[in-house]
């Protein structure tokens, strides 16, 4: 029986799913790591950590399903974005990788901005700001700081680009993922010429580019050896972790649209083109699946549902340890117990700032409307409404631009509470879907695999037999009115609060 390989390169963990043909998790395991932060503003991590932790759960994942290695027909990645290593001839890394949540090239980046222009770099890259996050702030940043590595380097690649190498010796790299270096034309599918030679990188020094689902080529027998696997398993290009996680729900088309609530609430709206927003609100990125592209951002999320938990949900951590229940689904049955609308009760959940659609660092989380009245009930479910207000918010952003939603695909921590989803679908007026499998990053990447290497004759073929509808939560319109009135108070209530934002920045 085939089985393909995949693993997700995420931010503090990589895990590893063996799937089988109909998408069904075989196996899983998870590792994780800790970033590295000399300072405030740098976050780093050992090369050779995420490769360590990728034996670790490769062999948990062989000795939990007892798989032979030679039934593992192809192995696909998912990766975090923008998380920058640079090699030697040899493919060494010459220092730490530099993760996309280092903010130390801002200086960088203004230069870039200035430079360039925000709205023409946009229209280039599909990225609406030029900010420190990008690999190509960050390659600045190390020609200006570590002039003695920049010059060493014989190639500049991602996470997903390294692993590859490793495991078969390939330079190639795939167009999610490079979307948001800020120096890869969106449109064109090449190299940003004019970025390169600002930034003195030589095309040389890229990975070649080839389609997501690409076969890419077998193990080499050393490492396939040190890995447990076979030698004749592929490795193929996967894609970025929004880009595959949004595969993995089944959304591959057009008009469709995907939320992935975890500690960030991440968005992905599938186009058939290029689409740029005239507001420079909502960046796109080049899909997973070659020829479409995708709305993608994303805001804070569940990390506000867990602050509750954490500082006000003591009753719940105690229940769920002593019964193995989730504390989050004691809270879902919390939130529940109170009417929609919250009876009055809002919340800004900006604890960190507000990112998409109105990317304001400078918000702050707030309770407004609160009485006598309002107990814990009414708090849990006016998070959950929050963060659905989100939702709706982005959905109106992207309807704006022309570009119609029909149904919500979920996905992440959050499509696990039934009373979360069906708050969000009453209140963005539309159907809200969940899928069987959880570990919907790795489903992504297994399906890119198992097309690359003819398994199935196509990403929709493969989408058809691996996604599996777990829950359908139909809007109720009898709850609409409450909940626009509720929606529309969070509005109104971020805008006034905007002129004290910035007051409270500039004390």
Partial sequence: MPTILAVDLGTTALKCALHDAQGRVLAKATEEYALLTPDALSVEVEVETYWQAFKKTIASVLKASQAAPEDIQALGISAQGETLLLVDAQGKPLRPAIVWLDNRAQSEADKLGDHFGHRHAFEITGQVRLVPTWPAAKLLWLRRHEPQVFVRAA??????????????GEYVCEGSLVTSTCYWNFKTLDWWPEMLAYLQVRREQLPAIVPSGTPVGRIRPLVASELGLSPQTVACTGALDQACGAIGVG??????????????????????????????????????????????????GG???????????????????????????????????????????????????????????????????????????????????AVAFIVRRNIEVIEKMGVPVGEIRALGGGARSAVWKQIEADITHRPVVTTDNE????????????????????????????????????????????????FATYVSLYDALCPLFERSAAA
């Fill in 251 to 300: 959304n591959i088309a057009p008009g469709i649209f995907s939320e992935n609530t975890g500690a960030a609430l991440a968005i992905c709206s599938t186009v058939g083109a290029p689409t740029l927003d005239p507001t420079n609100q909502m960046p796109c990125h080049y899909h997973g699946i070659p020829g479409l592209y995708m709305l993608h951002t994303f805001t804070g």
């Fill in 439 to 486: 570990e919907a990053a790795t489903l992504g990447a297994a399906i890119l695999a198992g097309k690359a290497t003819g398994l199935y004759a196509s990403i929709a073929e493969a989408a058809g037999q691996m996604v599996q509808i777990k829950q359908r939560f139909e809007p109720q319109p009898t709850n609409y009115a409450r909940l626009d009135e509720a």
């Fill in 155 to 168: 190639k500049f690649l991602l996470i997903e680009d390294y692993f590859l190498h490793r495991l078969t």
């Fill in 303 to 385: 990390i506000v549902l867990k602050w509750f938990r954490d500082e006000f949900g003591q009753a719940e951590k105690i229940a769920a340890a002593a019964s193995g229940q989730d504390a989050y689904d004691l809270l879902g049955s919390l939130a529940s117990q109170a009417p929609p609308g919250s009876d009055g009760l809002v919340m800004l959940p900006h604890l960190q700032g507000a990112m998409a659609p109105e990317a304001n660092p400078r918000a702050r989380g707030v309770w407004y409307g609160f009485t006598l009245h309002h107990t814990r009930s009414h708090f849990a479910r006016a998070i959950m409404e």
